[in-house]
């Protein structure tokens, strides 16, 4: 158990729609990272958030944004859902900004998109 | 750009060593990760490299040279739980921002009675 937390674990819904997904990093890690691992793609990263202010930005659609709150935990919002959106979606943390850290990965959340 | 390449599958026998492969072009290289994942959990953390040479951490030993961008993960003494893919990951500048790490497509290893 890596103590970083993920709801919910699955989430069936249809395109067009919107859905949040919700991540609590480990306690006392600043930093909020997410993934969107793809069976065809692999690991890509999407943002990272630092003690609540956007700290990168990677491969993520103007479709989805994120945030993270004042108690560290963060959110991420898909809308506009098509079918290609369907993926494991991770959540990791670390205790600092992005130099050496390891990040720690959450259960993941299975979006499935009919 | 950047860009990191690993092999998509290997196998090997139980008991052996295998080593698996990684190369990667980056800008502003701070370091290698390598990642365990067995299939439909999460990344768990193996190892890290910013200096040339090699780290060893019990049956795991991940290899760096900075200069020819290549690193390698060598598994001694495999077991039948040391089947999962291997991610490598690279630590660097991309698209104006810093340190933000890039993961390959990972390698498969199978391991066999």
């Known amino acids: 158990d890596s103590g970083v937390t993920q709801t919910p674990k699955h989430l069936i819904t249809a395109t067009g729609q919107r859905v949040t997904l919700r991540c609590s990093p480990r306690s006392g890690d600043l930093s909020v990272y997410w993934y969107q691992q793809s069976l065809d793609q692999g690991l890509q990263f999407l943002i990272q958030y630092y003690n609540g202010e956007e700290r990168a930005k990677g491969n993520i659609l103007e479709r989805f944004s994120a945030q993270q709150f004042p108690d560290l935990h963060s959110e991420l919002n898909l809308s506009s859902l098509e079918l290609g959106d369907s993926a494991l979606y991770f959540c990791?943390?670390?205790?600092?900004?992005?130099?050496?850290?390891?990040?720690?990965f959450g259960p993941g959340t299975r979006l499935t998109v009919l | 750009g950047q860009n990191i390449d690993q092999p998509t599958e290997m196998t090997a026998t139980e008991g052996a060593i295998v080593q698996i492969n990684c190369t990667y072009q980056?800008?502003?290289?701070?370091?290698l990760f390598w990642y365990q994942q067995h299939a439909g959990e999460a990344p768990t953390f193996l190892s890290y490299n910013v200096l040339d040479g090699l780290e060893e951490k019990g049956r795991f030993s991940s290899f760096l040279s900075r200069s020819k961008g290549y690193s390698y993960l060598l598994l001694k003494e495999l077991q039948m739980k040391d089947s999962a893919s291997y991610l490598c990951?690279?630590?660097?500048?991309?698209?104006?921002?810093?340190?933000?790490?890039?993961f390959g497509t990972g390698t498969l290893l199978a391991v066999q009675p």
């Open positions: 990791a943390s670390s205790s600092s900004r992005g130099e050496y850290n390891e990040q720690f």
């Open positions: 980056t800008s502003g290289f701070n370091g």
């Open positions: 990951a690279a630590l660097g500048h991309y698209g104006g921002a810093t340190n933000k790490l890039i």
